[in-house]
């Protein structure tokens, strides 16, 4: 080895303690407290393509040009052009901002990830899989304590005491008591965290323990979310598993499927939502009164789009057209009014309402081309990463607004996450074709 290369090495070698560090400390945090995402995208990302770029590599090799950057980075472009017709074009520019920047610091990390060598990649997936099992460990204690360490955090440090009392009780200026829904956001960080850190056991751990490891990780992530109060997490789990198996047996197969099933998602939305509303399930005693409240949102809101089918509203304005107190219609037998509330808690619903045809095409053509990255994985991972996207569009599909800066980034971390998981696996196979082709290994 030459000493400009060993010098090289040496950089990133010296980087190797800090990536650690952020791949333990990041999964932990995020999952006591998702809105910290942000910060750990961009630093966890940052690092990995410093630690590169210090290593001696070309910033040009950390954004090959490639389908799926170009359809995200054109998705940015039309949400940054609706703020000329949105209700609220500062939210447009800003998301727009948001989106263009976490693509490109993802796919140049991804990249960076790549060169990370066996060693590397396995210390920091054993860091991965010690920070998702403390951070379940975190939300099981809060769940049932109901949030003592949260309530104490509140209580005890102004700067973590809410403005609002939404979803907690303050009396006498204490916080004492904390609904369990408060913690569904860590439910849904913990839960992408869940086959990223099956994966890193699969590459970075022998196989005599391998199985043993496999179940016990599973359980202690899918314990917390299962007596979460987070519904779509673990419906999640559930449709992620059954793809899992699939696409151990099928793993091309599979693959392509989820891109076809992400773009019949747009296609399908609409008529489904209305199918839904029209055949009464908002008004279903036995189902959970939040699903019924969503068919209501959703069918209000498909209604909506219908107005302005081609280029929507504009990115980021469904709160500021939501109608005002008071002026809503709220029939009797409805557990929610008639209205599009805040967001549309489906993210394949709100891209029809808020950009159009024209941006939900653009969001179907990026959804499946990053599916279709999946094949660009080592065979033994490409299972995981069709469980995390299944597990990612389901939480898309029920939960939040697609504009949360919180989930937009812990979205973005999954693949992060994911590469550094697989690389061991890469890593390992690149040197065994090295070997087999240098004589002197013979």
Request: with cysteine; proline share 5%; hydrophobic share 55%.
């Amino acid at each position: 080895m030459s000493s400009r290369a060993a010098g090289r090495m040496s950089e990133v070698s010296r980087s190797a303690p800090l990536i650690t560090a952020l791949f333990f400390i990041g999964p932990l945090v995020t999952a006591a407290s998702p809105r910290t995402s942000p910060f750990f995208l961009g630093v966890i990302g940052l690092t990995l393509i410093v630690a590169v770029l210090r290593r001696g590599v070309n910033w040009r090799a950390l954004l090959k040009p490639n389908t799926a950057l170009f359809a995200l980075l054109a998705v940015a472009f039309y949400t940054c052009l609706s703020a000329a017709w949105a209700a609220n074009p500062e939210g447009a520019l800003s998301k727009s901002s948001l989106l263009a920047a976490a693509t490109l610091v993802v796919f140049a990390a991804s990249a960076a990830t790549t060169t990370l060598n066996a060693e590397e990649a396995r210390r920091a997936s054993h860091a991965l899989i010690a920070g998702a099992l403390c951070g379940a460990g975190f939300l099981l204690v809060e769940l049932l304590s109901d949030g003592a360490l949260t309530r104490f955090a509140m209580n005890t440090i102004s700067a973590f005491r809410p403005d609002r009392a939404k979803h907690i009780t303050i009396a006498s200026g204490r916080v004492t008591r904390i609904n369990l829904s408060e913690f569904n956001q860590s439910a849904a960080t913990l839960a992408l965290l869940l086959w990223p850190g099956l994966l890193a056991l699969r590459s970075a751990v022998d196989a005599p323990r391998r199985r043993l490891l496999a179940v016990l990780f599973f359980v202690a992530l899918t314990v917390p979310i299962g007596i979460s109060e987070h519904d779509s997490s673990q419906v999640g789990l559930v449709a992620s598993l059954l793809v899992l198996a699939l696409a151990l047996r099928w793993p091309r197969a599979t693959i392509r499927g989820l891109a076809v099933m992400w773009c019949l998602g747009f296609v399908l939305v609409l008529p489904l939502d209305f199918l839904a509303y029209d055949s009464g399930v908002h008004q279903a005693k036995w189902l959970p009164s939040s699903f019924r409240a969503r068919v209501i949102i959703w069918e209000y809101t498909a209604e909506r789009v219908l107005e302005r089918p081609w280029i929507g509203i504009g990115a980021d304005s469904t709160p500021a057209l939501k109608p005002k107190n008071g002026t809503s219609d709220w029939p009797k037998g409805f557990v929610y009014k008639r209205t599009t509330g805040q967001h549309a808690h489906n993210l394949f619903l709100q891209s029809w309402y808020e950009l159009g045809l024209a941006g939900v095409t653009l969001i179907a053509i990026a959804g499946a081309a990053v599916a279709l990255r999946l094949l660009t994985l080592p065979l033994a991972a490409q299972a995981y990463g069709a469980a995390s996207v299944t597990l990612f569009a389901v939480i898309a599909a029920f939960a939040w607004g697609m504009w949360q800066v919180w989930l937009m980034c812990a979205f973005a971390l999954l693949p992060l996450y994911l590469g550094m998981a697989a690389q061991p696996l890469r890593a390992h196979h690149g040197e065994d074709e090295a070997q087999a082709g240098d004589p002197a290994s013979r």
